[in-house]
C-alpha cells in the first residue's frame, strides 16, 4: 500500500521557520521524483518545488526561491522542505507528491500525500 506521509506544518510568525516532512512508503522511493505542491485558500495548486531521484537537482518556484530548500534522505524513504523567512503569502495546505517521471505540468502525479497545514500569521 502507498502513502506519502507529510508533518511538521504549524503556525508560525512571519520570518519563521518551519522543516515539512513526507515519509513514503510502498513503492521504491529512490526512483521517484518528489514535489512539494502547495494550494492557498482560493487558490490553485503551486508547485513549489522538486527534486530527482538522486538528489542532485532541484527546482523552485521564484516565489520560495532563495527562502526554501529541498532535500531527500533515500535511505529513510523522506523528503524534506526546509522553508525559512516565511511570509503571510506562504499560508497553504502544502502536499508532497510523487512520480516516476519528470512532470512538467502540475497534474498527473503518480502518489499524493495527504497535506499538511502552514499558516504564517502574527
Known amino acids: 500500500q502507498v502513502q506519502l506521509v507529510e508533518s511538521g506544518g504549524g503556525l508560525v510568525q512571519p520570518g519563521g521557520s518551519l522543516r515539512l516532512s513526507c515519509a513514503a512508503s510502498?513503492?521504491?522511493?529512490?526512483?521517484?521524483?518528489m514535489y512539494w505542491v502547495r494550494q492557498a485558500p482560493g487558490k490553485g495548486l503551486e508547485r513549489v518545488s522538486h527534486?530527482?531521484?538522486?538528489?542532485?537537482?532541484?527546482y523552485y518556484a521564484d516565489s520560495v526561491k532563495g527562502r526554501f530548500t529541498i532535500s531527500r534522505d533515500n535511505a529513510k524513504n523522506t523528503v524534506y522542505l526546509q522553508m525559512n523567512s516565511l511570509k503571510p503569502e506562504d499560508t497553504a495546505v502544502y502536499y508532497c507528491?510523487?512520480?516516476?517521471?519528470?512532470?512538467?505540468?502540475?497534474?498527473?502525479?503518480?502518489?499524493w500525500g495527504q497535506g499538511t497545514q502552514v499558516t504564517v500569521s502574527s
Open positions: 507528491a510523487a512520480d516516476r517521471t519528470f512532470l512538467t505540468r502540475n497534474a498527473g502525479y503518480d502518489y
Open positions: 510502498g513503492f521504491t522511493f529512490s526512483r521517484y521524483w
Open positions: 527534486i530527482n531521484p538522486g538528489g542532485g537537482s532541484t
